[in-house]
């Protein structure tokens, strides 16, 4: 059979040439449509998406918000420890022996508030929640507060200012010794709190610190000794003293059994902290 014609002679050559214009039409639009759509991926790519969380994690939050979040809680925290200055204002004047009420109350609340600083640590490991560290320099600052009161109301009002009489219960008084001790080795740790105390002494700033441990004991003998009767109180709060103290007994033994094989190998390990 004859090849068809296509009107101009051609007899089917126009076909052929019809054929090819199809196939780089198809192969230009396909081209086409492949950019688009890689175009498409990209501007996706980059918008930024909302993260949702599905129902069974827990929302997220981004670090402005952690920081509004602890610096809320840093005045409540501020606000909280202020409570035991609110209620020796308010009862103090009703007390029997009001000397003797400022005295106990503010002593008392000089231990709680080295107690509270000391469970910084573990209710940290024991939560995961690094930034509970951020409210530790507060509590031992206001545990130095209350114990300024203490001794301030035993100096003032006990001794009305008479350093003679103030140094000889000191020494002969063995109770008065120990927290007077205890007190004058608090400053220390309260004047090279700030960052620029620790950015200056560096690695002997941690070393400076570890006096926390001493003077709460010497704190809590303190108090047993004041006690002439009942020492329940005294009691539990050595009972608390001792459990942190054996906590980082147990911490600093386990960094030290960790660090063994290493320092066997003759490498070097960093000094650990209890």
């Given at each position: 059979m004859g090849r068809l014609d296509d009107g101009h002679g051609n007899g089917g050559r126009g076909k052929k040439t019809d054929y090819k214009g199809c196939q780089i039409g198809a192969a230009a639009a396909t081209q086409a449509c492949t950019r688009d759509a890689t175009q498409r991926v990209n501007t996706s790519a980059a918008a930024p998406r909302p993260y949702v969380s599905a129902p069974w994690?827990?929302?997220?939050?981004?670090?402005r918000d952690l920081s509004i979040m602890i610096r809320n809680l840093k005045i409540a925290v501020f606000l909280l420890c202020l409570l035991p200055l609110a209620r020796l204002v308010w009862l103090a004047p009703s007390a029997v022996n009001p000397v003797e009420f400022i005295t106990h109350s503010t002593g008392t609340w000089a231990l709680v508030g080295l107690l509270v600083t000391l469970s910084v640590s573990p209710?940290?490991?024991?939560?995961?929640?690094?930034?509970?560290?951020?409210f530790r320099r507060m509590l031992g600052l206001f545990a130095f507060f209350y114990a300024c009161l203490h001794f301030t109301t035993w100096f003032a009002l006990d001794h009305f200012f008479d350093v003679g009489a103030m140094w000889h219960d000191v020494v002969k008084r063995p109770f008065i010794t120990v927290g007077f001790s205890a007190f004058v080795l608090l400053i220390p740790l309260a004047v090279t709190s700030n960052d620029a105390m620790v950015r200056k002494l560096k690695r002997n700033w941690a070393r400076l610190h570890k006096l926390v441990y001493p003077i709460s004991i010497l704190v809590?003998?303190?108090?047993?000794?004041?006690?002439?009767?009942?020492?329940?109180?005294?009691?539990?709060?050595?009972?608390?003293?001792?459990?942190?103290?054996?906590w980082r007994l147990d911490r600093w033994q386990k960094?030290?059994?960790?660090?063994?094989?290493?320092?066997?190998?003759g490498r070097a390990t960093a000094p650990t902290t209890p």
């Amino acid at each position: 059979m004859g090849r068809l014609d296509d009107g101009h002679g051609n007899g089917g050559r126009g076909k052929k040439t019809d054929y090819k214009g199809c196939q780089i039409g198809a192969a230009a639009a396909t081209q086409a449509c492949t950019r688009d759509a890689t175009q498409r991926v990209n501007t996706s790519a980059a918008a930024p998406r909302p993260y949702v969380s599905a129902p069974w994690q827990e929302p997220t939050c981004t670090d402005r918000d952690l920081s509004i979040m602890i610096r809320n809680l840093k005045i409540a925290v501020f606000l909280l420890c202020l409570l035991p200055l609110a209620r020796l204002v308010w009862l103090a004047p009703s007390a029997v022996n009001p000397v003797e009420f400022i005295t106990h109350s503010t002593g008392t609340w000089a231990l709680v508030g080295l107690l509270v600083t000391l469970s910084v640590s573990p209710l940290r490991q024991f939560t995961s929640r690094n930034e509970l560290l951020k409210f530790r320099r507060m509590l031992g600052l206001f545990a130095f507060f209350y114990a300024c009161l203490h001794f301030t109301t035993w100096f003032a009002l006990d001794h009305f200012f008479d350093v003679g009489a103030m140094w000889h219960d000191v020494v002969k008084r063995p109770f008065i010794t120990v927290g007077f001790s205890a007190f004058v080795l608090l400053i220390p740790l309260a004047v090279t709190s700030n960052d620029a105390m620790v950015r200056k002494l560096k690695r002997n700033w941690a070393r400076l610190h570890k006096l926390v441990y001493p003077i709460s004991i010497l704190v809590v003998v303190h108090y047993w000794w004041l006690v002439k009767r009942d020492i329940t109180e005294p009691a539990i709060y050595g009972l608390v003293l001792a459990l942190l103290l054996l906590w980082r007994l147990d911490r600093w033994q386990k960094r030290r059994n960790a660090s063994g094989p290493q320092s066997k190998h003759g490498r070097a390990t960093a000094p650990t902290t209890p």
